[in-house]
């Protein structure tokens, strides 16, 4: 998109705080890595590499810790105040609400993966492409492990950590059919949790096959949902955006596609004045608002399905 004066205005003056963080930030760096050289000579006088690299590498985290928090002010500046803008620009009934995300019983709604123990949405837009209601945001979501470690003195401890069980981009939007069942699709070719969830559907597109695996609870009703049109069109997503589930239940398609979590912010370590800082954030913001056209899903064809 072209960058107006208004936009123009906004963003130069996000660059002249992008500048001074950053400047701010190096000096930082530099006096926290001379601390540490200082600190390693009066800890260690009999100096040794290994003392000297720890020492380096806990300044490097501190900086790189004190990096991030500078730059969080612009990178949110941004989102308030130039994403509301993109996303008008692509389409007016389109809202941004930078504090949001789809919720977590959203999240779980299609069973597309189990439910998390630890959760965050970011990036929330909602509103109708055409005449299709959308949601989408950017998520989080993690489960809970626990274990135990035992060291070399034969000492047991308890641990918790942490697994990603999907990081990307959760899409929910209005099916253009009437249909009372749920289908799943997804890339990988065989998944234990899929199963749980219907039986497994073979569609007579081979090439899809290879791609995705089926699973439904109405075996007519997945042939009814997935045409010949729409799994060229899945196959054809796939190539676009990447890797990504879906799930056709009450009457919405529910899609996870994997993307880094900062899909809709600039590149910090640029110029926020080049207008490509824009473009990027717009083309990711119409490669997620055409997956309705790319999908049909505008197409309103309420088939006289039975028991629909």
């Known amino acids: 998109m ?51 690299l720890g020492m380096l590498f806990t300044g490097l985290v501190f900086s790189g810790v004190l990096y991030g928090y500078l730059m969080k002010k612009v990178a949110r500046d941004f989102k308030k105040q130039i994403l509301p803008v993109l996303v008008q620009d692509i389409e007016p009934s389109l809202s941004y609400i930078v504090d949001s995300g789809i919720d977590i019983d959203e999240f779980n709604e299609p069973g597309l993966f189990q439910n998390p123990d630890r959760y965050t949405g970011k990036d929330l837009i909602v509103g109708s492409v055409g005449r299709t209601e959308v949601k989408f945001s950017l998520v989080h979501a993690e489960e ?80 009814y949902i997935l045409t010949p049109s729409l799994m060229e069109k899945f196959k054809t997503l796939y190539t676009k955006v990447g890797s990504f589930q879906a799930c056709f239940i009450h009457g919405r398609l529910f899609m996870a596609i994997e993307m880094p979590q900062d899909f809709f912010e600039p590149t910090l370590t640029r110029s926020l004045a080049d207008s490509q800082q824009l473009k990027k954030i717009s083309d990711h913001l119409h490669l997620i608002t055409e997956i309705v056209e790319d999908l049909g899903l505008n197409v309103r064809n309420w088939g006289a399905k039975t028991g629909t």
């Open 144 to 223: 809970k492990r626990s274990g135990r470690t035992t060291d070399s003195d034969g000492r047991t401890t308890s641990e918790t950590k942490y697994a990603t069980i999907f990081s990307g981009l959760f899409f929910i939007a209005d099916f253009n059919k009437r249909f009372v069942g749920r289908t799943l699709v997804k890339p990988d070719r065989f998944n234990l949790f899929s199963q749980l969830f219907g039986s497994l559907v073979i569609l007579e597109d081979s090439a899809f096959n290879n791609m995705f695996t089926v699973n439904s609870t109405d075996q007519l009703e997945a042939r």
């Open 2 to 52: 072209a960058m107006t004066g208004k936009l123009w205005a906004m963003m130069s003056t996000m660059e002249v705080d992008r500048q001074d963080r950053t400047y701010k930030a190096k000096m930082w760096v530099f006096l926290i890595m001379l601390i540490a050289l200082v600190a390693d000579r009066f800890l260690y006088p009999k100096g040794g590499i290994g003392p000297l």
